[in-house]
């Protein structure tokens, strides 16, 4: 009797979501697989063997990709990126001073509406300063929507939107020490140097007073 055995690698789906396709050149849902190599008897898979790896593929397309490739914003994440990350910052800048000043909560305001979040008020600022003073709110995380938005800007647009965030401290006066900080963090989180930092900062506050 003639006996057919072989080797044979079998994906299964052990997840999903959604990615950003090369391929197909738009978001589109992927399926994360696992594989799993089989020792088969008349091309029956019947033993399990190793892990055969990992890889996204998309469910449109059928690419597959490594999975580094869920490491990449989405188009919707990266059209999010910048209000999310300008109402990030102009949290930031108002809690660290000039949150009840008119000036400055306009200055917020025009900033974040400025982004792109075109109905942001201040019924809408009073509920995101409020709610900021409790830990676990999104206006306390600067660092993941920075982060996020810093993989897509290029230098002097990281230079303008420290700027922006900058002229929101100022927009009461000069800039007290806490509103200095939270500058220098905005800064930071958007991989700029503390030269890179102080130079813009103090270029604003030289424009402000010009
Ligand atoms: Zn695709």
């Known amino acids: ?41 008349f091309f029956v ?14 469910a449109v397309c059928g690419t597959p990709y490594r999975m580094e490739v869920l490491s990449l914003p989405t188009a919707a994440q990266m059209q ?10 102009a949290i930031t800048m108002l809690r660290a001073g000039g949150a009840s000043s008119a000036r400055a909560r306009r200055r917020a305001i025009d900033a974040v509406r400025g982004a792109g979040l075109a109905d942001y008020d201040e019924s809408a600022l009073d509920g995101d300063l409020s709610a900021s003073a409790s830990p676990g709110h999104p206006g306390q995380d600067l660092a993941t929507p920075l982060n996020r ?10 230079e303008w939107f420290l700027a922006e965030a900058v002229r929101i401290g100022l927009a009461d006066g000069m800039l007290s ?7 220098r963090e905005i800064a930071a989180q958007l991989g700029m140097t503390p030269a890179q930092a102080r130079g813009v900062i103090s270029m604003t506050e030289e424009g402000a007073s010009a």
Do not use: N
């Open 1 to 41: 009797m003639l006996i057919i055995f072989g080797l044979r690698v079998l994906y299964r789906t052990i997840g999903q979501g959604t990615f950003h396709c090369q391929r197909c050149g738009g978001d589109r849902e992927y399926r994360h697989r696992a594989g799993r190599r089989f020792f088969t008897l």
């Open 80 to 89: 999010a990126a910048l209000p999310a990350g300008m109402w990030a910052a």
């Open 45 to 58: 898979p019947v033993i399990p063997l190793s892990k055969a790896g990992e890889h996204v593929q998309c």
């Open 177 to 183: 020490d806490d509103e200095r900080h939270a500058a």
């Open 149 to 158: 938005l810093t993989i897509q800007l290029a230098v002097p647009a990281r």
